[in-house]
């Protein structure tokens, strides 16, 4: 944060002897772009993630069908090495002839947001009362209503946590964003890294406290986002 | 006309090991009470009746509610009410909310209807004005009030009842009992009772059947 402002900072000094905001005046016009890209990438990739795991979750619970193999392969991008994955994926995207874009990298961020997403809302999932839903269809609604009026709004919780943590999660990701993007789709995480090679140490405090700001932000609102939806139902939290 | 809830042969059994084996018929506002200890698959009848019987069990027999067959009828459809141990009012919604989720909707009725109907069904149970409250904000005794409520403006063919005076204190418990008892001799449909409290079963005033 100091190092940020300050230009000059010798080692006695408590505080830096030079300051200047000029760091984030030339940050703050050359962030739109990455922003903008992380934004993009972090909410594709998370409402396609979120859409996947409700859609097998809610599959399971309907049916005697297990879709808990399947879910196994999901955590595959965190078992095998990341630089050996997305250079595979990357390998197969130019095959398919698949240009780098924004929305190749969100594919490539999905695989990764998934499984985060996945547990999370597995958690909720398997802590439901069935009674809930058994009381909404003698009440007349089908499953599809329960779905929407029921299990959502009682999963309301899960389902804040699951995209926070998932945006966060795509926000921070690197390798992934560089390797797929191949170098083209600047974000926040892309540039403060390639900054911290620059020795410039109040760029790279700028940078660093940008990148750090949107994952935090993502889970402040996790925590404060249930309780200002259900602040007049005391059975919600 | 209304021939009641009739169980035909039925037979519900886990694997190889039957839990039971029972035909009867409950006449329209009649409670009948089964009664057992716990694992003798009393709410596996309930399941199994409302519709919600698990892949683990295998079920055979009719069910028929005023004559029509039941089996194939999913769960929505079939027009039979459950009220549980807890009176399981939808948190995220409010009381006049509970009470609009299953209420039967009349051709040509108006919105202002609606709410003009679910007022007067919160006032027959002493609580008007209650309709924009929090449940989580209410007693024990006017949840429950309510959840039977909103089982009777769905307007159920039969009820099914699944201990559902076990987590009341004596007095409410007196209290809950004779007003669901009572609804149901109005509303003269069948209706099955499930408890291990034999004062439950008596206060009923149907036939018992010990499993």
Redesign the interface.
Known sequence: MLTSVGTEWRYPALVPSVWSTQQWTSALSEWRAPLFNATMIALLSVTAALALSLFMLEAQARSSVSTARIATFLYLPLLVPQVVFISGIAVLAERALLPPSLTLVAAGHFLFVLPYVYLTLQGGYARFDTRWLMLARTLGASNTVCFWRIRLPLLSTQLVTAVMLGLAISLSLYLPTQILGAGRIPTLTTEAIALVSSGNRSTIGTWALLQSALPTLCFMLALVLPRLIWSRRKGML | MNTGLELQDVSLSVGSRQLLSLSCTIAPGEVMTVMGASGTGKSTLLAFI???LG?AFTAEGKISLEGKALNQV?????????L?Q?A?????LSVADNLK??L?RTAGESRKDREDRVEQALEAISLGGFGER????LSGGQQSRISLM??LL?E?QAILLDEPFSNLDMQLRGEIRALTFDSIRAANIPALLVTHDLADAQAAGGKILAL
């Open positions: 409302a519709g919600f892949d999913p769960a929505e459809q079939r027009r039979i009410g459950l549980f807890d399981l009012l939808f948190p995220h989720f299953g039967v929090d449940p989580a904000s909103r089982l769905s159920p």
